[in-house]
Structures are given as structure tokens and as C-alpha cells.
């Protein structure tokens, strides 16, 4: 009788510790959202400047730009609403909020130098215009 006590009490003590403390099948945690910063890395590739990635998968997110390249870069939103600064090489910008529609973008010292961010949800941002949109 004793043994069937002690069996008894240890399969109660399993089953509260599975479905007393929410174990067991409970509903997965929903996605955490990005803890820090997305980081676009301004480099060198192939002989060419260029941002990474691009696009980015931002939109609606903070971003940090990135110099990893050797040479002094200044990015600005196309409407202006944001600019870095120069860049030196190996600094990294101040965080940025930005847009949740998306934006493109460009380094004010290298027009050639062009970058997008897709919307929330990953679409492509708006159509790019005026003078920085590698036409």
C-alpha cells in the first residue's frame, strides 16, 4: 500500500509540473521584434561603392549607416529628411526612424551611390525621383 502511495503522489506531482506551471502544449511565443538597430553598410565592392544590403528590410524600423569603406561618404534621404553627416571611414551614423512606406536614399558625395528601403511588411519602396535614382 505504501509503494502504490508514493506512485500515486509522484504521478500527481509530474502531471502539476507539465500542466500547473503552463509547460507542455502551451501556444508558442509570438516573433520578438528586432532588439537594436538594422545596420546598412556603406562599402567597396567589386571597384564600386555601394550600400548592403539594398534593399534593406526596413520600413518602419531604426537604421544605423555604416562605413566600412575607406573613404569619407554623407547619406541622405532623396526628400532630405534625413542626413547622416559625413561618414568617416569606420563611423556609424546616429540611429534613424525610417519610414514605414519605404524610402530610397543616396550618399550626397557619390550620386551614383543609391539605396532603397522596402516598406513594413517588405514591399518595394515607392518609386524612386529626381536626381538620385541611377537613371
Known amino acids: ?5 508514493v506512485l500515486a503522489a509522484a504521478s500527481i506531482v509530474v502531471v502539476c509540473s507539465v500542466s500547473c ?8 511565443a509570438a516573433p520578438s521584434a528586432p532588439s537594436g538597430p538594422v545596420t546598412i553598410t556603406i562599402m ?11 534593399p534593406a ?8 549607416f555604416r562605413n566600412a569603406d575607406s573613404i569619407v561618404h554623407r547619406v541622405r534621404l532623396n526628400d532630405l529628411s534625413l ?4 561618414l568617416a571611414p569606420g563611423a556609424t551614423s546616429r540611429e534613424f526612424q525610417m519610414p514605414s512606406s519605404g524610402t530610397n536614399y543616396h550618399c550626397s558625395h557619390h550620386p551614383d551611390m543609391i539605396g532603397a ?8 519602396p515607392p518609386p524612386c525621383e529626381g ?3 541611377g537613371e
Open 21 to 28: 506551471s503552463g509547460g507542455g502544449s502551451a501556444s508558442p
Open 131 to 133: 536626381a538620385y535614382c
Open 57 to 64: 528590410s526596413a520600413g518602419g524600423q531604426r537604421v544605423v
Open 83 to 86: 542626413d547622416t553627416g559625413d
Open 117 to 124: 528601403v522596402n516598406a513594413a511588411g517588405g514591399a518595394a
Open 1 to 5: 500500500m505504501g509503494r502504490l502511495l
Open 44 to 54: 567597396r565592392q567589386n571597384g564600386t561603392q555601394s550600400f548592403s544590403p539594398n
